[in-house]
T-cell receptor
Framework: DTGVSQDPRHKITKRGQNVTFRCDPISEHNRLYWYRQTLGQGPEFLTYFQNEAQLEKSRLLSDRFSAERPKGSFSTLEIQRTEQGDSAMYLC???????????????FGEGSRLTVL | AQSVAQPEDQVNVAEGNPLTVKCTYSVSGNPYLFWYVQYPNRGLQFLLKYITGDNLVKGSYGFEDEFNKSQTSFHLKKPSALVSDSALYFCAVRDIFSSGTYKYIFGTGTRLKVLA
C-alpha cells in the first residue's frame, strides 16, 4: 500500500497560467476528495468523487477550477488563469465507502503547494 | 450544519507533562468526530475517531480522546508529551451532503509545541 500520492509537490507559476495537479488514491478506495488549505487555516472542501462521478462541488470552486476522475482511479484538479489568491496547499484524500459500511477516516496525500507570483 | 471549533491557536506543554488539545462540536444527530495531525509541509494523518461507544477513545502514537456529550467536547489527550508531538492538530466532524454521501468539516487547527 503506497498511500495517496500527489504530484507535483510544489508548483510555482505566474499569474494567468494554467496548472494541473494529479492525485492517485489508495487503489481500492472509491471515494476521493479535494481540499484546499491556506496558511493558518484548516482544510476547506472543494469537491468529491464517488468512483468516476463528481457528486459534490463547493462554492469555493469557481469556473476556473475543474476536476476529473475519468476511470474512477486517479484524479486531476486543473486551475485555469491562476490568480494570486489561488496560492495554497491542495490536498487530496481518499476513503473506502461501501453500502452500509464506512470506516469514516480519510487518508490524505502529502499535498501540492501552489505559489502564484 | 455540523461544525467544530478549536478555541486555542497554540498550546505549549513541557515534555513529559500531559497534554490536552481542545475541540468542541455542534451536530444534529450522532456525532462522527476525528482528529488529524499535520507536520510541516505534509498532508494530514489520521489519529483517532469517535463514532459511538466508549467515551474514551484510544488512537495512534499514544493519543486518546475524551468524548463528553453534555459539554459537546472531543478533547485530544496524551498522558506524557514528547517533543516529536509538536505539530498542527485538527479536529473534524463528518457531515452529510444532500446526495447522502459524506463530507468532513475541519477546525482551524491548534499548534502544539512541546518544550524540552
Amino acid at each position: 500500500d503506497t498511500g495517496v500520492s500527489q504530484d507535483p509537490r510544489h508548483k510555482i507559476t505566474k499569474r494567468g497560467q494554467n496548472v494541473t495537479f494529479r492525485c492517485d488514491p489508495i487503489s481500492e478506495h472509491n471515494r476521493l476528495y479535494w481540499y484546499r488549505q491556506t496558511l493558518g487555516q484548516g482544510p476547506e472542501f472543494l469537491t468529491y468523487f464517488q468512483n468516476e462521478a463528481q457528486l459534490e462541488k463547493s462554492r469555493l470552486l469557481s469556473d476556473r477550477f475543474s476536476a476529473e476522475r475519468p476511470k474512477g482511479s486517479f484524479s486531476t484538479l486543473e486551475i485555469q488563469r491562476t490568480e494570486q489568491g489561488d496560492s495554497a496547499m491542495y490536498l487530496c484524500a481518499s476513503s473506502l465507502g461501501q453500502a452500509g459500511y464506512n470506516t469514516g477516516e480519510l487518508f490524505f496525500g502529502e499535498g501540492s503547494r501552489l505559489t502564484v507570483l | 450544519a455540523q461544525s467544530v471549533a478549536q478555541p486555542e491557536d497554540q498550546v505549549n506543554v513541557a515534555e513529559g507533562n500531559p497534554l490536552t488539545v481542545k475541540c468542541t462540536y455542534s451536530v444534529s444527530g450522532n456525532p462522527y468526530l476525528f482528529w488529524y495531525v499535520q507536520y510541516p509541509n505534509r498532508g494530514l494523518q489520521f489519529l483517532l475517531k469517535y463514532i459511538t461507544g466508549d467515551n474514551l477513545v484510544k488512537g495512534s502514537y499514544g493519543f486518546e480522546d475524551e468524548f463528553n456529550k453534555s459539554q459537546t467536547s472531543f478533547h485530544l489527550k496524551k498522558p506524557s508529551a514528547l517533543v516529536s508531538d509538536s505539530a498542527l492538530y485538527f479536529c473534524a466532524v463528518r457531515d452529510i451532503f444532500s446526495s447522502g454521501t459524506y463530507k468532513y468539516i475541519f477546525g482551524t487547527g491548534t499548534r502544539l509545541k512541546v518544550l524540552a
